[in-house]
């Protein structure tokens, strides 16, 4: 048991977001003959209908509070593990460092770089099929099904939630809605606001580069601190996106 420990290790990544984290991930599986947990695919797999930042942090908890103890048993047991879970503040890489202490076992940390044009490449690919998948507008027809489904009686919103594969939240928008205005219909598209960041592309571009290993809400604070204006995560992250062009 002693060798198995000393050759057992759990390694930890962190990078900017689209960095290749996940592909490097199942790359040092391979390579390390190691198991790998993904963060995101666990959450998706467990709780395919959380569909905002709220629910996605409380999942976020739960998966974390079941599958902790499970990683630290393997890596007593001998089974080095890759995990794909955020790592870039010191608590979230201290939090994953105690399973490996836990079972006294070594932990190598993977910094992965890479270069700023690529990663506006790749987030604007995401979010292009974030955009596409999630956030695409329900049909009317679809609309309608749902509440007519449920408005026949005898079916929780969570069992038509199921049968259409939306979210609960989904279908209880859907009834709010059609209660507050009688209809179904999507809202009309809408101009949108200018962005607050907007014309300072090239310098959020700059600063990521300085400190690649930030999160958003400390560009945010960072942005804050340089010229005083305070900005969302939200609309940080849509930066990104434009500094590829």
């Not at 942090?57 to 630290?72: E, L, M, N, T, W």
Request: charged content about 25%.
């Amino acid at each position: 048991m002693l060798e198995e420990q000393e050759q057992t290790c759990l390694y930890l990544m962190c990078g900017l977001p689209c960095s290749g984290k996940t592909t490097f991930a199942s790359q040092l599986a391979k390579e390390k003959n190691a198991l790998v947990f993904s963060l995101d695919k666990l959450v998706l797999s467990f709780f395919p209908e959380e569909d905002n930042f709220e629910t996605h942090r409380k999942y976020v908890q739960r998966v974390q509070d079941a599958f902790f103890p499970i990683v630290s048993d393997l890596l007593w047991h001998g089974c080095s593990i890759v995990m794909d879970f955020p790592a870039h503040t010191r608590n979230e890489r201290d939090q994953l460092r105690q399973l490996a202490i836990q079972a006294k076992v070594k932990t190598q940390l993977y910094y992965l770089q890479a270069d700023l044009r690529r990663f506006a490449q790749r987030f604007c690919t995401i979010v292009r099929v974030v955009t596409w998948i999630v956030m695409k507008p329900y049909s009317l027809d679809l609309r309608e099904k749902i509440i007519s489904t449920y408005e026949a009686g005898n079916t929780s919103i969570r069992q038509v939630a199921a049968r259409f594969q939306v979210s609960k939240n989904t279908v209880q928008s859907l009834l709010k809605r059609k209660q507050a205005t009688g209809t179904l219909k999507p809202a009309p598209a809408t101009g949108g606001k200018t962005s607050q960041l907007a014309g300072f592309e090239q310098e959020i571009a700059e600063m990521v580069e300085q400190h690649q290993d930030y999160t958003l809400a400390e560009y945010c604070e960072s942005w804050q601190e340089k010229t005083g204006v305070r900005v969302s995560e939200s609309t940080m992250c849509r930066i990104p996106a434009k500094t590829a062009v």
